[in-house]
């Protein structure tokens, strides 16, 4: 079985912070590990993903993940948030050999000016 | 390149009635999947295509819900009749071939209210 626990709801950061989004999972195997953003009344959109080798990912508009395995793992960054980075941010796992990929409750992120 | 659309956006119906949302995914791709997000919890995941083929609907909450995909291009979703509990965001997404490069691509979700 595989799983993600997002544990905060809601991040609150001022514009130009850094921004940090938590994750963690368990899966019985290795696993690959993503990323993906819902902007108001937009769809879930790709920001990047871990399959293997460098621990540290970088994705889209300036975010970038790093995967831990000892502590499972594979928290999203960005050094400096932008207003426009108010959204709802999904981390999502798949195991190796499955397709079904498994997501978290989500965390909505608000940067304010 | 167009990416995976949905229709309706939303819909509205009472309890009993019967819905369907219909998912176009990226052009030449095979592999369609529905997921579904119910009052704000995790995404989770219903069934998954390959052409017009089902591999997994282990994720179908019971038999109201009915997928198809004819000719292997777009998919219907139908939920027949609703019930309450099927409110919720149902996505759909799509992906060129399974593997580990594999990546799956979400369109904007059908917003289902059930009455």
Request: charged letters at 20%; hydrophobic letters at 35%.
């Amino acid at each position: 079985a595989q799983s993600v626990a997002q544990p905060e709801d809601q991040v609150n950061v001022a514009e130009g912070n850094p921004l940090t989004v938590k994750c963690t999972y368990s899966v019985s195997g290795n696993p690959y590990l993503f990323w993906y953003v819902q902007y108001p009344n937009r769809g879930l959109q790709f920001l990047l993903k871990y399959i293997t080798g460098d621990n540290l990912v970088k994705g889209s508009y300036g975010f970038e993940a790093e995967f831990n395995k000892s502590q499972t793992s594979f928290h999203l960054k960005k050094p400096s948030a932008l207003v426009s980075d108010s959204a709802l941010y999904f981390c999502a796992v798949r195991d190796r050999g499955d397709y079904k990929l498994s997501f978290g409750a989500g965390t909505t992120v608000t940067v304010r000016a | 390149e167009a990416g995976v659309t949905q229709f309706p956006s939303h819909s509205v119906i009472e309890k009993g009635q019967t819905v369907t949302l219909r998912c176009d995914p990226i052009s030449g791709h095979d592999n369609l999947y529905w997921y579904r997000r119910v009052m704000g919890k995790e995404i989770k995941f219903l069934l998954h295509f390959v052409k017009e083929s089902k591999q997994d609907e282990s994720g179908m909450p019971n038999n109201r819900f009915l997928a198809e995909r004819t000719g292997g291009t777009y998919s219907t979703l139908k939920v027949q009749p609703a019930e309450l509990e099927d409110s919720g965001v149902y996505f759909c997404a799509s992906s060129q071939e399974i593997g580990s490069l594999e990546t799956q691509y979400f369109g904007p979700g059908t917003r289902l209210l059930v009455l």
